[in-house]
């Protein structure tokens, strides 16, 4: 018997210019926060019933780093039992952060899922701080 995945809700920051936008001086990383912490309010989801923050990022550099979705869950104010994994796959690491969260759903390892994709064009450069 499989399982139904549903999505809950659904936000985004508003779009700015690469350099030049109202977000061009804020990290990556609070940015995200602010937009997760609006997405538990507005769905109502529980907190403690969130089993995983699944965010992907195709330049985890810099301040989007180390394993941000570990730290974005820790900016956002979630509770310490929300584990947090950061996903690469380039353009498709936010679609890649929902297959994983259905396919831990529909195999029982959790029931609630924060899915994301984060990334700074402001902050991070494209190609990375050092290319070679």
């Known amino acids: 018997m499989t399982k139904s995945v ?7 920051s508003a779009f700015q210019l690469a350099k030049k936008g109202a977000f ?14 609006d ?5 109502g989801v529980n907190p ?3 089993e995983d923050m699944i965010m992907g990022c195709a330049f985890p550099e ?24 950061t996903v690469n796959r380039f353009c498709g690491s936010s679609m890649q952060s929902i297959h994983m969260a259905a396919g831990a759903i529909q195999m029982g390892a959790g029931e609630a899922f924060i899915c994301a994709g984060m990334e700074s064009m402001t902050r991070v450069p494209m190609s990375g701080f050092n290319p070679m």
């Open 6 to 12: 549903v999505l809950a809700g659904y936000k985004r």
């Open 24 to 37: 061009a001086k804020t990290r990556s990383d609070d940015l995200a926060a602010a937009v997760v912490k």
């Open 39 to 43: 997405l538990v309010k507005t769905t």
């Open 48 to 50: 403690d019933d969130i």
């Open 62 to 85: 810099g301040e989007q780093g180390f394993n941000v979705a570990r730290l974005v869950v820790n900016i956002a104010e979630l509770p310490i039992s929300v584990a947090g994994v």
